[in-house]
Nanobody, 126 residues
């Protein structure tokens, strides 16, 4: 079980940047999947980015080239740097974790995440 707490959301104009943080209650450095999801009003939850224990990153097509997911294992913190923000990026953003596994997981899109944060609102105005 991992407790996750997101921070860093807010309001920004289109073209601006925000950095989200997700503090974990324990180390997630080994054999974990970590990811960011988002959900806009009236839309399904979307997996935005993930990172595995080896640092391999994956992104949805909608954010590729604009968002960057990173981990600081010393601080047990996951980040999402969001640049060139668009109004379509407006959503509640959630941090998620899965693990630890007895083997390094692949963390492919659609991975079954068991631990979720409470979410942080991101609003992008045009």
């Amino acid at each position: 079980q991992v407790q996750l707490v997101e921070s860093g959301g807010g309001s920004v104009q289109a073209g601006g940047s925000l950095r989200l943080s997700c503090a974990a209650s324990r180390s997630t450095s080994s054999n974990f999947c970590m990811a960011w999801f988002r959900q806009a009003p009236g839309k399904e939850r979307e997996e935005v980015a993930s990172i595995d224990s080896n640092g391999k990153q994956m992104y949805s097509d909608s954010v590729k080239g604009r968002f960057t997911i990173t981990k600081d294992n010393n601080r047990n913190t996951l980040y999402l740097q969001m640049d060139s923000l668009k109004p379509d990026d407006t959503a509640i953003y959630y941090c998620a974790a899965a693990g630890p596994y007895p083997w390094p997981p692949s963390c492919q899109p659609g991975w079954d995440y068991k631990n979720w944060g409470q979410g942080t609102q991101v609003t992008v105005s045009s």
